[in-house]
C-alpha cells in the first residue's frame, strides 16, 4: 500500500528540539539534523532560550523529501541524550 502522504513531499518541514542549555546541545541537535536533511542554512533556525535560562528551544525548517527521512530523523533525536524532547 503506497503512503498517502507521498504527494506532500517535498515540503518544508519545521523540527523543534528542546534540551538543556548545555554548551553542546545546539551542535549535537543541528549535527543530527543535517545528517538527515542537508545543512541548514541560518535563516532556517532560531534559537529560543527558557525565560530561566535553563533549556533552549530550535526550530530548525527543513525541505522534508519524504515521510521516511523524517521517521529516520526524529529516531536519532529521541534517542540522543541531550535532547529532551523533539516535535
Same mark, same amino acid.
Given at each position: ?26 551542535? #549535537?541537535? +543541528? ?5 538527515? @536533511?542537508?545543512?541548514? !542554512?541560518?535563516? =532556517? ?13 530550535? #526550530?530548525? +525548517? ?5 515521510? @521516511?527521512?523524517?521517521? !529516520?530523523?526524529? =529516531? ?12
Amino acid at each position: 500500500m503506497s503512503d498517502p502522504l507521498a504527494d506532500a513531499f517535498p515540503c518544508d518541514f519545521p523540527i523543534k528540539v528542546l534540551g538543556r542549555r548545555d554548551a553542546g546541545f545546539e551542535r #549535537t541537535a +543541528t549535527e543530527i539534523i543535517e545528517r538527515h @536533511a542537508g545543512p541548514v !542554512e541560518p535563516h =532556517r533556525l532560531s534559537v529560543r532560550s527558557s525565560k530561566d535560562g535553563n533549556f533552549v528551544a530550535l #526550530t530548525v +525548517t527543513v525541505v522534508a523529501r519524504s515521510r @521516511a527521512q523524517l521517521d !529516520e530523523l526524529y =529516531r536519532e533525536l529521541s534517542a540522543c541524550e541531550a535532547v529532551l524532547m523533539a516535535l
